[in-house]
Structure formats: C-alpha cells, structure tokens
C-alpha cells in the first residue's frame, strides 16, 4: 500500500510534534493499539479505569492529542479513550474507509467492541460528527449517547464559499510555502489563534495525502432509525456546516435529537469558552443519569 505521508521523514516528523505537543498537555494517559478490519488502531486513555467510558473523535486532519485539549477535564468524570481515526495525519493505519458506506461505523464500532466498553458516550466534532453518526447508523447497541459538535454529515455549507475562501488558499501554501496563506485559511476555521494547529496543519498540508472527497449527508431514513440520544452543538460562523442549517435539518430527521444548540459567534472550530460549556454540558449530563439511575 502506498504510504499516505510523502516520505518517511515526514511522517516521523509530524508524529513526533504529536508526541511533543500530547506531552505538553500534562496529563496521566497510556497509549493502546487494538486490532481492526482496517488495520491497527491508536487510542490514548485516560482518567480512572473504573469510571463510565467515554470515545473522543477528533475532525478531520487532525488526531486524539487535539480531542484531549479540547475536553481536558472529562478525564476527572470519565474513562476517556481518544481514538485516532485511520488515513489521518496520526497513529492508527493508513487505510481510509469509505464515506459513502457504512465503513467508519464498522471501523467504530470495531473499536468499542475491542475496548471492551458498554453504555459509552461519545463526543465528536466535525469529521468525528460523521464518524459517530455512522456508528449509530450501524450499531447502536453500545452507545448510551451522543455529543456533537459542529459534526459533517447532516448538512454542507456553500461550496463556493469554501472553495474561495479556505481551499484556495490552502492550495496556495502548498504551492508556495508562504505562511499568509496558512493564516488565512485558519481565519476562516478557527474563532480563536491555535498555536498547534499553527505549527501541525503547516506539515499537513505539504506532506500527508488528505481526502477531498465531497462530505455525504446522512439520508432522513437512517436518521430516523436512531434511537441514541443526540445533544447537537452548532456554530453560527460555520462556513463547512452552518450551525443553523444542521441544527434546523437535525430537528427534521432525528426522533432522538435531545438537546441543540447554537453558539451564534463561532466558526467551524469553536471558542474556548463555548467548548467548555460543550464540556461542562457533557459532565453535568453523566451526573443527572447517575443520580436517575
């Protein structure tokens, strides 16, 4: 199989500011493989092994350090496993599943039974919505709930507008090298400056094979089938998936939709602030089903 990172250097390198930046974030973890249909998969888990599970799956380009940052104290409420999703700039293998069928949930749910989990709660954002969403599709036995923000696969943004506004630019750099274009890109992602993204994405772009496949949409059939409950966080700046429109389909298709909501002054990837209300709203959730059960 082709290697998906353009040459071994490359990869060591972007892997080794993973390791340099999952050591910044000071924490207690371990690292696991465990075996699937789509080769090995890399989880970091963390916080008390007899505390309620619960999977991170980080966006696309991206990988577990980056799930972990952005939720740093479920560890003190829950068993946390972020899980590196497969053919990303990360540990786990370098073969893609399809989005056009029912792989990434396949690939998932591979992922709980080998862990060994039950009545998990799952958090994803963006591309992880779409993971998590095809999980459910293909299983929903195992997943108690499910948190997602700013998740792909219930509705698309412009294409124009992203194409001018982020492809482009992200082209650019990759054909000229100048940071400009870098920080353009991020403007149009990112509501707050993000050092690692700054320094990481860099290294993507110019080394690792990423997909640009069209982002399919979940069909209202298979939305309906789901039983799991869905809390649903949008961002109203979102250029990828506009936080209005997915939240006003989702109120459509999804019988089990428990909670949505928009936070009106964030683009694609979210606030501090608002990812720590989506982090507070997780924790608080645990313990009102603790104290029902």
Known sequence: ???????????????????????????????????????????????????????????SNGCARIALETYPNLSEKFRVYAVDVPAQPNKSSETRPSMKDESYGIWMNEVIRALNIEKVTMVGFSFGGLVILKTLEQDVSKVKEVHLAAPAYIANGNPLLALFQMFIPMRKYMRTHNMKYVHKFLSRLFSEEDEFALNYLPKVFRHFSMDFSPVPVIRSQNANRITTPIHLYGAGNDLLFPGKKIINRARKIFPSLAESRLFDNSKHVLSRTDNDLIEKTIINNSSSSDQRA
């Open 1 to 59: 199989m082709t290697s998906l990172y353009s040459s071994p250097e490359a990869k060591r390198e972007i892997l080794d500011l993973y390791d340099q930046k999952l050591e910044e974030l000071n924490i207690s973890w371990e690292s696991m493989e465990v075996d699937t249909s789509f080769g090995h998969a890399h989880v970091i888990a963390t916080g008390p092994q007899d505390a309620p599970p619960i999977i991170l799956v980080h966006g």
